[in-house]
């Protein structure tokens, strides 16, 4: 019998072992994760600081699962050791666990900058930090969050959503610097601070002290909370101390596997095409090409890299973002349209009539339809306004499921079209609940939901069912 072991029960290790065991119930499964706590969805934890749910909620897989499933599960056990020469892993508690085949799928670590007092500040990355913010949430007057990329912005939000007054400390000129152009930081800042956010850019965090941030310029910001958003780095050390190549993740081959044929990688520790992927939808498609490959479902199984569509998550802010975001009228065609007053900000980016690039801010009910012309990368149609602006006759996907293709993309995190949503309503989903269970759809940010329910309810109407 073939021995498959996985390093790492996060988003890409959990959805491994389900991908195997699904087109195999006999393979030997042993999956190792350093968390305590069983596999839960990472992406949500966003909604758990926001109080928007609790943190049962975001659960994967339970121990029941895998006792039904015949996978042996071992949370709280790290692997410190690949013995390649006799294909074993070698854990933290004494195990040795030999392998046919190896998967490592370690993750990211937050990066945690090197101004003293740094001890002091709460990274957010794992159930644990969440619960630690939480836990300091509850007696805080005023809390700072380090970093205003994505995840910052969610926790600053999230906070301020709770009642605290949250400052937002960005190192770069505006916000979501990699997502976003400095107009649409700007309009998102200000949006923000009508939630209760304060934003602060370019700006030099030099100490952590007890009840404050210190500013370079000596200047410095209250705080009884200190949230950490500074970025992540994958984890590798395994990999390396192994003798596989590494750059800045693992780096593997279009099936995932490593240059050692027998151990594959996945998810925020891969390198693909030089490529390190900080979403749960590229850990998702590769965690389902290493299913096939490993199982023999599907041997000529590739992943061949995504296109990203990064979407907030943080109450009464909509914004998506996707491809090449900052490129000016100088390198391409742009479309764009900003009403800071409104927090409004939507720009278009093409190249050789195909586009490249979308922000969408304030308002995202387009989001579906420029999503389908961004992965296709076909000719765009001449009117351009109407693509930022589609009226009732327009183009606009979430406003109206009859006119989506069913090639359209609805579930982003779990790769689920219209046509696959049809096609689970034919065979008797009617509600989301069934549909989610069925495709996976909404199951990843939640951020279809509304499009699923769209299109379900659509169905039903249109057959006089009742949802
Ligand atoms: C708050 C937050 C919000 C996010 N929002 C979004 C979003 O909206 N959309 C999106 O697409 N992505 C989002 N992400 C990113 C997404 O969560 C990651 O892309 C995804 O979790 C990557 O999965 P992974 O399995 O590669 O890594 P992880 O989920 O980090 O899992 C890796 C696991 O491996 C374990 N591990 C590491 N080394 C060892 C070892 N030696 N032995 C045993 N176990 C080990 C770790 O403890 C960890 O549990 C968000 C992330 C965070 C933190």
New binding site residues.
Partial sequence: MTRIVV?????????LVGEIRARDRHVGLTV????ESQ?Y??????NV?AGTMPPEQVRLLDPAWYADHSVTALPG????AVDRENRAVL??TGRREPYDVLV???????VVPPVPGADRAVT???MD??RRILRAAGAARHAVVIGGG??GV??ARGLAGRGLPVTLLHLAGHLMDRQLDAEAGLVLGQTLGGLGVRTRTGVVVEEILDGGVRLAGDETVEADLVVL?CG?RP?T??AREAGLEVARGIVVDDEMRTDDPSIFA?????EHRGRV???????WEQATVVADIVTGADKAARYRGSR?V????ARSVELAAMGETHLTEDDAEVVRFSHRAAGTYRKLVIRDGRLVGVILLGETSAVGNLTQLFDRGGPLPGDRAGLLFPGPQGNAVAESPVRMPDAAKVC??NDVTKGQIRACWESGARDVAAVAAATRATT??G?CRDAVEGIVGWLCEQEGVSA
């Fill in positions: 390093v790492g029960n996060g988003m890409a290790g959990a959805r190792f994760g350093a968390e596999p969805n990472r992406v949500l934890l966003s600081v056990v790290e692997v410190t854990t933290a490592l799928a370690t993750g990211s670590e937050a957010f990355r794992t930090d969440c994505l995840l969610e926790a958003a992540v984890v050390g395994l996945i998810g925020e520790c891969a992927y900080g979403l749960v939808a590229p850990a990203l990064t979407r907030l998550k982003q995190c990843g940010c951020g």
